[in-house]
């Protein structure tokens, strides 16, 4: 596999962030930051001796948008990976990074985007659900849609353990995918993606 350079972005537990440190991906980390000063992300990537930052939001967006860009432009990231990163990008970071911000979430885009996906589709009933990798744009989980991995919903299933669940996939598909776009990237036509 060439050699890359990552940024994971992570704001809680870093479970996600935890299976891509445990996978031959590890070695390409050159660091991890979050909007959540002290949380377990940072505590999980610090134990496998990764550079850790933080740019916690604040009142005034813009300012947080280009602290965010300058720390990421500081590291040449190739791509920046969120994994469990619960905050909007501006159009700073995104101008700065086009085509190169991978986002995952637990739900089968575009049927629930957004911060509340396990339990939006629950509600819904939802038979189905899963997880997706997808291209950052400016809307909210509205980029194009990298890979997908459905996960059936089980009768006794709550947010828990519907989300665990999705979330045990969900950690695989990431690190599959990083690892085609690191060996060979994609081309991007519209909506529709391929891999080379």
């Known amino acids: 596999m060439p050699a890359a ?3 994971v972005l992570a ?19 050159v660091a991890v930051g979050s909007d959540v000063p002290g949380c377990r992300a940072l505590e999980r ?12 939001v604040g009142a005034n967006r813009d300012d947080w948008d280009a602290e965010l ?6 590291l040449d990231p190739d791509w920046v990976v969120c994994a ?12 700065s990074f086009p085509g190169r911000i991978v986002n995952s979430h637990p739900s089968l885009l575009p049927a629930f985007p957004g911060a509340h996906a396990v339990r939006s589709s629950l509600e819904y009933g939802v038979r189905v659900s899963g997880c997706t990798v997808h291209l950052v744009d400016a809307g909210v989980d509205t980029g194009p849609i990298l890979a997908q991995q459905p996960v059936f919903v089980e009768p006794n299933d709550d947010d828990a353990s519907l989300h665990e669940r999705i979330k045990q996939v969900e950690r695989v598909l990431l690190v599959d995918v990083l690892e085609r776009l690191i ?8 909506r529709s993606v391929e891999f080379r």
């Open 69 to 74: 860009t300058d720390r990421l432009q500081s």
């Open 84 to 95: 469990g990163f619960m905050r909007i990008m501006g159009a700073r970071v995104l101008e």
């Open 45 to 56: 990537a610090q134990a496998s001796s990764v550079p850790t930052f933080a740019v916690p």
């Open 11 to 29: 704001s809680g537990e870093g479970t996600l962030l935890q299976a891509l440190l445990d996978s031959p991906l590890a070695s390409s980390i």
């Open 183 to 190: 060996d060979g990237g994609v081309t991007v036509t519209g």
């Open 5 to 7: 350079r990552i940024v």
